[in-house]
């Protein structure tokens, strides 16, 4: 929920999430399909709130960020979980029109990235006031959490972003995961993957690929195998066939 890109493709889009969350935090319960109204949905859950950080549907993918454009004070309490929010917009049949209706008083500032028939648009909630930002779907983009990066750290990453751009002429989704993973490794306050004094740490990460009007959701816990699954799979896509 704290770093996520897009990626235009041919036949439609990669969406990568990295989860950064305090070590302490309730290890998430890995996606499944759910039912809501008459929505399936498939996210992966927070037992803490209920909610999640990226979820899809049958023709949506919504990803949310902590925070909108600058950080904030935190408050002891609130209405309501951002991850609910994030279900509630993942199964709304008009998008738009759930969000210009949706009250959020009393709840945290986020950002939701929402890509839906080819159209990618940015959602923000800065405690006072919506926004709505309709993003270029044909270009590359990239978001980090405003509440643990700084705006010159967030250009930092966006340069990042740009440099591992200009070296691929075609990206696939092994390319970006690997992006995710260990961009300035060992950069532990604000690389990619961060760690910051084992308390709050990048614990997964998640990869939605539209391709050909179908949806399919990777998830790898970097707290326990997954880690290795991708590192093998990774490694294995990269090393040349003999």
């Known amino acids: 929920m704290c770093t996520v ?3 235009p493709t041919e036949s439609g889009a990669i969406i990568t999430s990295n989860r950064d969350e305090k ?12 039912q809501i109204a008459d929505t399936k ?21 919504v990803v949310l960020l902590n925070g909108a454009t600058e950080n904030h004070i935190k408050k002891a309490n609130y209405r309501k979980s951002r991850g609910v929010i994030l279900t509630e917009l993942a ?11 949706l009250d959020l008083s009393d709840i945290e500032p986020f950002t939701i990235v929402c890509f839906e028939h080819s159209k990618l648009v940015q959602l923000q909630w800065d405690a006072s006031q919506k926004h709505y930002l309709e993003k270029e779907s044909s270009q590359p983009h990239i978001w980090s959490s405003a509440t643990l990066y700084s705006p010159e750290i967030r250009k930092i990453r966006r340069d990042w972003f740009a440099e591992f751009l200009a070296k691929k002429e075609q990206i696939t989704p092994q390319d970006i995961l ?3 993973l260990f ?27 539209y391709k050909n009007n179908k949806i399919d959701m990777n998830y790898f816990d970097l707290l326990d195998g997954s880690y290795e699954i ?11 066939m003999k």
Do not use: M
């Not at 949905?41 to 993918?61: H, L, N, Q, Y």
């Not at 991708?230 to 040349?240: D, E, M, R």
């Open 91 to 101: 199964v709304a049949e008009n998008t738009l029109f759930y969000w210009d209706h």
């Open 178 to 180: 690997h992006f995710h």
């Open 230 to 240: 991708a590192i093998n799979k990774l490694v294995c896509l990269q090393t040349p």
């Open 5 to 7: 890109t897009f990626i």
């Open 183 to 209: 961009t300035e490794k060992e950069n532990k306050d604000f690389g990619l993957q961060i760690n910051r004094n084992e308390e709050l740490k990048t614990i997964s990460v998640t990869q939605c690929t």
């Open 41 to 61: 949905i498939r996210f992966p859950k927070d037992p803490k709130g209920g909610g999640s950080w990226i979820a899809t549907t049958a023709s949506k993918i």
């Open 23 to 34: 070590t302490l935090r309730e290890r998430a319960i890995p996606p499944k399909e759910y």
